[in-house]
């Protein structure tokens, strides 16, 4: 698909589904920026520890192994992967020659850039939200990671937030096979009310976008996915935050150089709160292995986790 179509497709699902504008103030900011502060595996959400002094990238390595067991990656043939980012997953199924094609759908045009340019064997990123989605064919495996978070605004009603995340479910529930696997990693309020949320994260940091609580997950999956793993690892996110802070650091005049001092310092802001905020439960941080409610799953039998049960 052209950059020009996929515009288009993007400006016709801005009702919902996440701001494009959102996103790229937020992620475009330069694609030599973020490498200093994620590090080689360009990954943008909490890793998962289990050595609080393990290096960042084996906790984001095992997160990305926990969501390819997660969607049973394994055995399937195709993959969405909703809100790609940098392609930490996609560079690890454009490795798998037991997949046929993997999609990474992104609303950045710096994240597209990025990985186009990488050219990676059987995947194709498209600049598309997922609102206006639509697969050439069913996915054994949907897999997203850190974008939720985007898809409802500060300003709609929880009706119409619950709406949307239900409407996300929907089709993800049609666009998988009748035994496939999902996973999903989100941010959500924890022991804070949404009117307490930091007027800096929404306006600076990740304007056009809202956190979702647990239970408004709970209602917009109901009926449609069955919850086989749940995690809250807010503890590992704030960890994760302190590794980024600390990468900044490390290489601040670089960063002031590519993107500014005031850039730098809000960003050194949003790393200082989030963290405390999920030290604090303010925020939590969900995973889920999801599978869809269907038939074909109800009388299969089939053993879900294979041999990797041991990721949980």
């Known amino acids: 698909m052209s950059d020009a179509a996929g ?26 920026f973020w490498p200093l502060v994620l590090g080689p595996t360009m990954t943008y959400s909490s890793a998962l520890f289990v050595d609080p002094e393990e290096p960042l990238d084996t906790a984001q390595n095992r997160k990305i192994d926990w969501h390819l067991s997660a969607a049973g990656v394994g ?62 064919a069913p996915y054994d ?8 978070e985007h898809f409802a605004k500060a300003e709609e009603s929880l009706d119409e937030k619950i709406g949307v995340y239900r409407d996300y479910f929907a089709r993800c529930h049609q666009w998988l096979r009748p035994t496939g696997r999902m996973s999903l990693q989100t941010i959500a309020f924890g022991n804070m009310k949404r009117a307490e949320a930091s007027e800096f994260m929404n306006r600076e940091i990740f304007p056009d976008s809202d956190l979702p609580f647990l239970s408004d997950l709970h209602t917009a999956l109901d009926g449609l996915f069955e919850i086989v793993a749940f995690r ?20 601040r005049a670089r960063a002031v150089t590519l993107v500014g001092e005031d850039q730098v310092a809000k960003t050194e802001r949003y790393f200082k709160l989030t963290s405390v905020g999920f030290r604090l439960g303010k925020q939590h941080l969900y995973r889920f292995a999801l599978r869809p409610i269907t038939r074909a799953w109800s009388i299969s039998g089939a053993d879900y986790w294979g041999t990797k049960s041991d990721l949980l």
């Open 7 to 32: 515009n288009l497709r993007d400006r016709e699902g801005e009702k919902y589904g996440g701001s494009a504008e959102g996103i790229r103030k937020h992620y475009d900011v330069s694609n030599e």
């Open 75 to 136: 055995q399937a043939k195709s993959v969405l992967d909703v809100g790609c980012g940098w392609g930490s997953i996609l560079s690890r199924t454009a490795r798998m020659a037991s997949l046929d094609r993997t999609v990474g759908l992104t609303l950045s045009t710096a994240q597209a850039e990025y990985l186009r340019a990488r050219d990676l064997p059987r995947t194709d990123v498209r600049l598309e939200n997922w609102a206006v989605h639509e697969p050439v």
């Open 141 to 148: 495996s949907i897999i997203s990671v850190g974008a939720l």
């Open 232 to 251: 809250n690892d807010r503890l590992h996110y704030a960890r994760t935050y302190d590794r980024w802070a600390a990468n900044l650091r490390q290489h």
